[in-house]
């Protein structure tokens, strides 16, 4: 089992930045990638950045290119989503996800943390 907590999150203001971060917990698990999902009112949750465990490869949808920058700290086990130039279509609830070594997708969720941002 694999418990992900969320942090950051919150209101900000078109242009501004915010950090997301991620810590995965548990025992024996070995990570193949995490991700961060983002879903607004009314739209199906979606895949924002992943990064995969070993080597570190990312992945971002194209409405956060070069704005997004997904991150891991190993040591850790945590997994970082800086967000930057932030406009309100980047408001939604953010989901931090796992996927673990046997897994042939993202098997836990984090709990999700709210993004507001106004204009």
């Known amino acids: 089992q694999v418990r992900l907590v969320e942090s950051g999150g919150g209101l900000v203001q078109a242009g501004d930045s915010m950090r997301l971060s991620c810590a995965a917990s548990g025992r024996g698990f070995h990570l193949v990638a995490m991700g961060w999902f983002r879903q607004a009112p009314g739209k199906e949750r979606q895949l924002v950045a992943s990064?995969?465990?070993?080597?570190?490869?990312?992945y971002y949808t194209d409405t956060v290119k070069g704005r997004f920058t997904i991150s891991r700290e190993l040591a850790k086990y945590t997994v970082y989503l800086q967000m930057n130039s932030l406009t309100p279509e980047d408001t939604a609830d953010y989901y931090c996800?796992?996927?673990?070594?046997?897994?042939?997708?993202?098997?836990?969720w984090g709990q999700g943390t709210q993004v507001t941002v106004s204009s």
């Open positions: 996800a796992a996927q673990r070594v046997g897994q042939d997708t993202y098997g836990y």
């Open positions: 990064i995969r465990w070993s080597g570190g490869t990312t």
